[in-house]
């Protein structure tokens, strides 16, 4: 939080800033969960169907493809009618502004070569705009805005109503201009 509130500090002279956005309490999780097993178990089918996911390098890839396969088409069909509901809903609490700002991660980047279900388990639940707005197609961007725990990134990360692209853009590039993160890498990092 010390990066985000030291990342919001750097564009106080050109944003105003509003009051806490919330958005609707809906199934972000399980809509996305339902979609992206479906469009990845039809993506990778051929891989799937002919046995050779299970020569894949990471273990947890060698059995996904087998487990997305089994998504019913109920469920994919109900996940796009809830994704309409989702699309409304988000839109109508965010047009008001003109981006979302939120850090990226509750916590600090993952560590190379863990994986994603042991980092952090002890983290709290951070902001999550990101599935939504992946869900509702918005464009969204994170850059670079400090180091933390290990000396590892932190992101800022900014959301925009549909087709505000270049506003997103020319934020980021303010926040740059005041900032050096984006030249900067962790130790060891070339």
């Not at 944003?15 to 339902?34: C, H």
């Not at 273990?59 to 109900?78: F, L």
């Not at 853009?169 to 303010?174: D, I, K």
């Amino acid at each position: 939080m010390k990066n985000f509130d030291s990342s919001l500090a750097a564009i106080a002279d050109d944003v105003t800033f509003a009051d806490e956005v919330k958005l609707p309490d809906l199934p972000y999780g399980a809509t996305i969960g339902a979609l992206l097993n479906g469009e990845s178990a039809a993506a990778f089918r051929d891989l799937i169907e002919s046995g050779k996911a299970r020569e894949l390098q990471s273990p947890d890839d060698r059995i996904g493809g087998y487990i997305q396969y089994e998504t019913r088409a109920v469920d994919y069909v109900d996940a796009m009618r809830r994704r309409r509901e989702i699309v409304d809903a988000v839109g109508k609490s965010i047009a008001p502004y003109d981006a979302l700002l939120f850090p990226t991660l509750p916590t600090v980047a993952y560590p190379i070569g863990t994986p994603f279900d042991k980092v952090y388990p002890d983290a709290p639940g951070g902001v999550d705009p990101v599935t939504p707005g992946n869900l509702c197609g918005l464009p969204s961007m994170s850059v670079p805005n400090g180091f933390g725990e290990n000396h590892l990134p932190t992101g800022f990360g900014m959301m925009a109503n549909p087709w505000r692209e270049r506003d997103l853009v020319a934020l980021a590039m303010r926040f740059q201009a005041r900032t050096a993160f984006h030249t900067m890498r962790p130790p060891g990092v070339t």
